[in-house]
């Protein structure tokens, strides 16, 4: 018999509290993502239909604040650095929003990709209005919107793990007053990047310059290098290594991916040359709190990983409290 929410969502904090004191070895200060009293894991508050079955997906985190998708009833939630409880921001249905997958903040704007919804949003962080809703064109064929990313003119680029495309919000259309077309800059159609019946695109960024994507194939452990102006795709070769990224994040030229699928579940660490043709594995980083990781963010020297808990889901199991962990940036 599963015990009682009040009761496990009690143990967990406790046990959380108990274990913020080694998180001083994350490093010095008390910036964003620093400091001896942080948290190593923070609890997602369930509420609502989905009490039980958050299975969360995406993370996006700007100063001390962060925020995780409900890929079962599109709940946002947001939590502090500094507690270790995050709560409902943005209730699950609302808008249309019955799943939420990848996450992005850019400046104020919180983007949220819908998954099988076809839809993206965009929520003002400071009152949580609806600035901005896209739609994937309804033509029957089925959709996945999966994870997003910001270039440096302020475009927004998705992918789409069903459909051989990627999307791009122009940055001068990014506040609409009614459901917007998303509309297709890449085909990967007749490219090296081949869609078949598992997931296809999923994590990406964006260089800094603003040319290129990179953007993941998890199943088959592939990253590929996409042209953002010419539309050129292009596998990224990893020397015969294996990359089952999901969740990607960019730090100049070192790209972070949360892997998942792979064992040992990780944080892998490839060096990119400077045209991002090619890259190395460094490392790869694990942790005993790791359950699924599948996205990543940066807080100041730390690493926000969630636990999407996909595997129990998929097999049909009970998962235990759905946690985002806090590590050190490998």
Known sequence: MRPSLT??????????LATAAPAAAHGPGHGPG???????????????????DVYPEGVAARGTDFYVSS?????????????????????????????????????????????ATGRVWAYDLRTRELTGSWQVAQDGTPTFVNDLTVGPR?????????RPVLY?????????????????VVSFEGTDFTYDQDINANGLVVSRDGRHAVVAKTRTGELFRVGLADGSVQR???????????????DGHRLLAAEWTAGPQSVVV?????????????????????????????????????????????????????????????
């Open 270 to 330: 490839v060096r990119l040359d400077r045209d991002l043709r090619s890259g190395t594995v460094l490392s790869r980083t694990t942790d005993p709190s790791f359950d699924d990781p599948t996205t990543i963010a940066r807080a100041g020297g730390s690493l926000l990983v969630v636990n999407s808990q996909f595997a129990t889901r998929a097999a049909g199991g009970t998962p235990g409290p759905f946690t985002v962990s806090r590590i050190p940036v490998p």
């Open 168 to 184: 791009r919000i122009d940055g001068r259309e990014r506040r609409t007053t009614t459901t917007a077309l998303l509309e297709p």
């Open 34 to 52: 620093r400091g001896p009293d942080l948290p190593t894991t923070y609890l997602l508050d369930p509420v609502g239909p989905a009490a039980d």
């Open 154 to 162: 302020g475009d927004v680029y998705v992918t789409d793990s069903s």
């Open 71 to 115: 890929t079962t009833d599109g709940t946002i939630y947001r939590g502090n650095l500094r507690h270790p409880t995050a709560t409902p921001f943005l209730a699950g249905g609302q808008d249309g929003r019955t799943m939420a997958v990848g996450l992005e903040v850019d400046g104020r704007t919180l983007l949220v990709a819908g998954g």
């Open 7 to 16: 009761t496990t969502l009690a143990a967990v904090v406790a046990l959380t």
């Open 236 to 250: 990224i070769d990893l020397g015969g290594a294996s990359v089952a990224g999901d969740g990607l994040l960019l």
